[in-house]
């Protein structure tokens, strides 16, 4: 029976072993599929990982399409307000050359009637010069007959002087009229000069007016093609984000029923894997139970191996017993039926031997064999118990393969919301975008539209403009014209008062010489009589008598003309331009009578010199605003280095500048000095060279700032900022800030209204330039 169930447990055992090795080949199986499992895993995460790539990398180009966008519009934005800043100020330069044309047109009618009133001057001083040519004449004839008569009279010196004066007056005032025509003549040529000046920089204005008009036009086209190819480029990336969103989409419900077919498989390979571990767990205790019964059977083993040990403990005492029996034999084999008996007893002992000993061997057999069986069983155990550990080890990692799992789930189901939710976003952000970009291409197909219509009105004011130019053109022909015809009357008039100077300047030196006559015979009257009466006292009365009325006195007036006529011509030689003293001595005149004709001399000197320095206020005011309109016309084409120096020279600082022009001698230094030809020299030079300097006057006039309230809201001239009403202010033709008043140039520079002036009459030339050249 025990053979039997030992048997039994070495097929159960079997049987287990078989069991164990399949259980062994199913963990192999499971093995390899979950690392399967886990391969697909990881390629599932890889591919969640390169699609969240993709959408960051959508999401990056969406927002570089926006920025682009954004940079777009702000440029557009920055190119409309460009555009729109150059038509407002291409419109003010309309208005202000249709303010400048209107100006201009004034200025040539102003012009037309100062020409009309130079006419009339002309005329008037053709008139007097020929009052002055017969006075001339008749003073030429006087003086002939005063040569050749011998006898000046008292009425004829006055009439003389009267004539000098007259001529005098007659010369400063020519002289001032010569100015004012040459003044007038330079105002003249300067205004045609800057004309000129101006019809050529509005010309190039013109010009550059045109190019600038078709470089805006072709800028607006190319702005339009960059427009329009932008956003056919935006829409193919559009469509181009669209096909790889719907790709993204394609490939993320792909990859989520992926996800659930994994989901699916590790639900069933987990529920696989519970279900074997179950089984696992009724074969541990099977095997254990069987284990318990193995050891209950070595239990029985262990009392067979103790029966065997009696049982040789017994067959020893019986080999013994033998031993001693057949001693007894030996001795007693006197009896044979007792040696019968004891053989018999023997063979049955033997035979009992025997059969001891065979059930001994088989009882050997049976524990060798169960012995064989236990150590296999044992090591079956110990495998089962390390099988058992591994098994626990593979559950521990299954669950946190599990548990692993399970978060990865979790990951990867919060990292389908995030792309779900920025795919949301991006569809807005697509749709802003698309909503932005035909705001824009409205925008720019409306600024276009705009800006064709404000080209063509351009165009029509530059027609107008154009046509405009022309008619001033042929009126700047018609003024040069007259221009011409007035350089021609200003020469000849020129020429006239060259030739009156001589005339003048040698009745001058013949009145001088016959004053200079007359003053030393006074001389040579107040000696011979000084003479006559020292000889007298000296003599006595005889010889006194005879010294005044006898030959001695004859000798001595003979003498002393001889003398003063020596002097005489002395004097006239030095000078070179006196003429030849007449050889009849005149009847000297009183000393009261010469002083009162010099006084009344002086009183008409002082009277011209009064006339001449009115004369001269009015020649230095002239030739300032001659000075202004040449320094202006310069100032509009600043290229030459001449225009530069006149400009620099206009606003050019006090300390910098040369000094005041000198102020013609007082009427006492006049009064006081005497009227000898090199003192008339003299004068004239000095009066050349003060309208020299005259000339050369600049805009040097300091400031003089007086800080107080502002009684009017104004501009601060440095900062531009508002100086308020009942502020603090610095005010001189200028108002600034009490702390940006050294700041301001150093001089005044010219006025504000002759600037203004300046600068409408070159842009109404300029203007006609322009439209002259377009025209052409």
Same mark, same amino acid.
């Given at each position: 029976?025990?053979?039997?169930?030992?048997?039994?447990?070495?097929?159960?055992?079997?049987?287990?072993?078989?069991?164990?090795?399949?259980?062994?080949?199913?963990?192999?199986?499971?093995?390899?599929?979950?690392?399967?499992?886990?391969?697909?895993?990881?390629?599932?995460?890889?591919?969640?990982?390169?699609?969240?790539?993709?959408?960051?990398?959508?999401?990056?180009?969406?927002?570089?399409?926006?920025?682009?966008?954004?940079?777009?519009?702000?440029?557009?934005?920055?190119?409309?307000?460009?555009?729109?800043?150059?038509?407002?100020?291409?419109?003010?330069?309309?208005?202000?050359?249709?303010?400048?044309?209107?100006?201009?047109?004034?200025?040539?009618?102003?012009?037309?009637?100062?020409?009309?009133?130079?006419?009339?001057?002309?005329?008037?001083?053709?008139?007097?010069?020929?009052?002055?040519?017969?006075?001339?004449?008749?003073?030429?004839?006087?003086?002939?007959?005063?040569?050749?008569?011998?006898?000046?009279?008292?009425?004829?010196?006055?009439?003389?002087?009267?004539?000098?004066?007259?001529?005098?007056?007659?010369?400063?005032?020519?002289?001032?009229?010569?100015?004012?025509?040459?003044?007038?003549?330079?105002?003249?040529?300067?205004?045609?000069?800057?004309?000129?000046?101006?019809?050529?920089?509005?010309?190039?204005?013109?010009?550059?007016?045109?190019?600038?008009?078709?470089?805006?036009?072709?800028?607006?086209?190319?702005?339009?093609?960059?427009?329009?190819?932008?956003?056919?480029?935006?829409?193919?990336?559009?469509?181009?984000?669209?096909?790889?969103?719907?790709?993204?989409?394609?490939?993320?419900?792909?990859?989520?029923?992926?996800?659930?077919?994994?989901?699916?498989?590790?639900?069933?390979?987990?529920?696989?894997?519970?279900?074997?571990?179950?089984?696992?767990?009724?074969?541990?205790?099977?095997?254990?139970?069987?284990?318990?019964?193995?050891?209950?059977?070595?239990?029985?083993?262990?009392?067979?191996?103790?029966?065997?040990?009696?049982?040789?403990?017994?067959?020893?005492?019986?080999?013994?017993?033998?031993?001693?029996?057949?001693?007894?034999?030996?001795?007693?084999?006197?009896?044979?039926?007792?040696?019968?008996?004891?053989?018999?007893?023997?063979?049955?002992?033997?035979?009992?031997?025997?059969?001891?000993?065979?059930?001994?061997?088989? $009882? *050997?057999?049976?524990? !060798?064999? %169960?012995?064989? =069986?236990?150590?296999? &069983? #044992?090591?079956?155990?110990?495998? /089962? +118990?390390?099988?058992?550990?591994?098994?626990?080890?593979?559950?521990?990692?299954?669950?946190?393969?599990?548990?692993?799992?399970?978060?990865?789930?979790?990951?990867?189901?919060?990292?389908?919301?995030?792309?779900?939710?920025?795919?949301?976003?991006?569809?807005?952000?697509?749709?802003?975008?698309?909503?932005?970009?035909?705001?824009?291409?409205?925008?720019?197909?409306?600024?276009?539209?705009?800006?064709?219509?404000?080209?063509?009105?351009?165009?029509?004011?530059?027609?107008? $403009? *154009?046509?405009?130019? !022309?008619? %001033?053109?042929? =009126?700047?022909?018609? &003024? #040069?014209?007259?221009?011409?015809? /007035? +350089?021609?009357?200003?020469?000849?008039?020129?020429?006239?008062?060259?030739?009156?100077?001589?005339?003048?300047?040698?009745?001058?030196?013949?009145?001088?010489?016959?004053?200079?006559?007359?003053?030393?015979?006074?001389?040579?009257?107040?000696?011979?009589?000084?003479?006559?009466?020292?000889?007298?006292?000296?003599?006595?009365?005889?010889?006194?008598?005879?010294?005044?009325?006898?030959?001695?006195?004859?000798?001595?007036?003979?003498?002393?003309?001889?003398?003063?006529?020596? $002097?005489?011509?002395?004097?006239?030689?030095?000078?070179?331009?006196?003429?030849?003293?007449?050889?009849?001595?005149?009847?000297?005149?009183?000393?009261?009578?010469?002083?009162?004709?010099?006084?009344?001399?002086?009183?008409?000197?002082?009277?011209?010199?009064?006339?001449?320095?009115?004369?001269?206020?009015?020649?230095?005011?002239?030739?300032?605003?001659?000075?202004?309109?040449?320094?202006?016309?310069?100032?509009?084409?600043?290229?030459?280095?001449?225009?530069?120096?006149?400009?620099?020279?206009?606003?050019?600082?006090?300390?910098?500048?040369?000094?005041?022009?000198?102020?013609?001698?007082?009427?006492?230094?006049?009064?006081?000095?005497?009227?000898?030809?090199?003192?008339?020299?003299?004068?004239?030079?000095?009066?050349?060279?003060?309208?020299?300097?005259?000339?050369?006057?600049?805009?040097?006039?300091?400031?003089?700032?007086?800080?107080?309230?502002?009684?009017?809201?104004?501009?601060?001239?440095?900062?531009?900022?508002?100086?308020?009403?009942?502020?603090?202010?610095?005010?001189?033709?200028?108002?600034?800030?009490?702390?940006?008043?050294?700041?301001?140039?150093?001089?005044?520079?010219?006025?504000?209204?002759?600037?203004?002036?300046?600068?409408?009459?070159?842009?109404?030339?300029?203007?006609?330039?322009?439209?002259?050249?377009?025209?052409?």
């Amino acid at each position: 029976m025990r053979l039997h169930l030992k048997n039994d447990g070495r097929k159960t055992l079997e049987n287990q072993v078989k069991r164990l090795e399949i259980v062994e080949r199913r963990e192999t199986k499971l093995k390899e599929e979950i690392q399967s499992k886990a391969l697909q895993i990881q390629q599932m995460a890889d591919k969640i990982l390169a699609l969240e790539d993709n959408l960051r990398e959508t999401q990056s180009t969406s927002q570089r399409l926006e920025t682009h966008l954004k940079q777009k519009d702000k440029l557009h934005e920055d190119k409309m307000k460009v555009l729109e800043a150059q038509l407002k100020a291409d419109m003010a330069d309309k208005e202000m050359l249709e303010s400048s044309q209107s100006k201009y047109e004034e200025e040539v009618r102003e012009k037309c009637s100062i020409i009309g009133d130079q006419k009339a001057t002309i005329n008037a001083m053709d008139s007097k010069m020929n009052s002055l040519e017969q006075r001339i004449a008749e003073l030429s004839e006087a003086n002939k007959l005063a040569a050749n008569s011998s006898i000046y009279t008292q009425k004829n010196m006055k009439a003389q002087e009267e004539m000098i004066s007259e001529l005098r007056q007659q010369k400063f005032y020519l002289e001032s009229q010569a100015g004012k025509l040459e003044a007038q003549n330079a105002k003249l040529e300067e205004h045609l000069e800057k004309m000129s000046q101006q019809e050529q920089s509005n010309k190039s204005r013109v010009l550059e007016q045109d190019t600038r008009l078709r470089e805006i036009g072709l800028e607006h086209e190319e702005q339009n093609q960059e427009i329009k190819r932008q956003v056919s480029d935006l829409t193919i990336s559009l469509q181009e984000r669209e096909s790889q969103i719907s790709n993204l989409q394609a490939a993320r419900r792909a990859q989520e029923s992926q996800l659930q077919q994994a989901r699916s498989e590790l639900e069933d390979t987990t529920a696989e894997a519970e279900e074997e571990i179950t089984v696992l767990r009724a074969h541990r205790d099977e095997i254990q139970r069987k284990f318990d019964v193995l050891r209950d059977s070595c239990a029985v083993i262990t009392d067979l191996e103790e029966q065997l040990t009696t049982l040789t403990l017994e067959n020893a005492e019986l080999n013994r017993q033998n031993f001693y029996l057949s001693k007894q034999l030996d001795e007693a084999s006197d009896e044979r039926e007792d040696r019968l008996h004891l053989s018999q007893d023997v063979d049955r002992l033997r035979r009992e031997v025997a059969d001891r000993e065979m059930h001994m061997n088989n $009882q *050997k057999q049976n524990l !060798e064999t %169960l012995k064989t =069986t236990c150590t296999m &069983l #044992e090591e079956q155990v110990l495998e /089962l +118990e390390t099988l058992n550990d591994e098994l626990l080890e593979k559950e521990r990692q299954w669950e946190a393969w599990r548990a692993t799992l399970e978060e990865e789930k979790n990951q990867a189901e919060r990292r389908t919301r995030d792309i779900q939710r920025l795919l949301d976003t991006e569809k807005q952000n697509r749709l802003r975008s698309e909503q932005r970009s035909s705001e824009s291409r409205q925008a720019a197909e409306k600024a276009v539209k705009e800006h064709k219509a404000e080209i063509l009105a351009l165009q029509q004011a530059l027609k107008d $403009q *154009k046509a405009k130019a !022309e008619s %001033l053109v042929d =009126t700047f022909n018609d &003024l #040069e014209k007259k221009h011409a015809m /007035l +350089e021609m009357n200003a020469l000849s008039l020129q020429q006239k008062l060259e030739s009156e100077r001589d005339l003048k300047q040698r009745l001058l030196e013949e009145a001088v010489y016959s004053h200079e006559k007359v003053k030393m015979e006074g001389t040579i009257t107040q000696q011979t009589k000084l003479i006559d009466f020292l000889q007298a006292q000296a003599h006595g009365g005889s010889k006194k008598k005879k010294g005044l009325f006898g030959r001695r006195r004859e000798d001595l007036l003979a003498a002393m003309a001889a003398q003063a006529q020596g $002097q005489a011509q002395g004097q006239g030689q030095g000078q070179g331009q006196v003429s030849p003293v007449p050889s009849i001595q005149p009847v000297p005149l009183q000393y009261s009578d010469m002083k009162i004709a010099l006084d009344k001399e002086r009183s008409r000197c002082s009277d011209m010199e009064d006339a001449l320095q009115k004369m001269r206020a009015e020649l230095r005011s002239l030739r300032e605003e001659a000075v202004q309109y040449k320094d202006h016309g310069n100032s509009a084409n600043p290229a030459s280095a001449r225009q530069q120096m006149i400009i620099s020279a206009m606003v050019k600082s006090p300390e910098h500048q040369q000094g005041p022009t000198n102020l013609a001698p007082s009427n006492s230094e006049r009064r006081k000095a005497t009227a000898t030809p090199e003192e008339f020299s003299r004068r004239l030079k000095d009066s050349q060279r003060d309208r020299e300097r005259e000339r050369s006057v600049h805009h040097n006039t300091p400031h003089r700032f007086t800080v107080g309230l502002n009684m009017r809201a104004a501009k601060c001239t440095v900062c531009l900022d508002t100086v308020h009403f009942g502020r603090q202010a610095a005010t001189c033709l200028r108002v600034t800030k009490p702390k940006k008043k050294g700041h301001n140039p150093r001089a005044l520079g010219p006025g504000g209204r002759l600037l203004r002036w300046l600068s409408h009459s070159a842009r109404s030339v300029s203007q006609r330039a322009r439209m002259t050249h377009d025209s052409q």
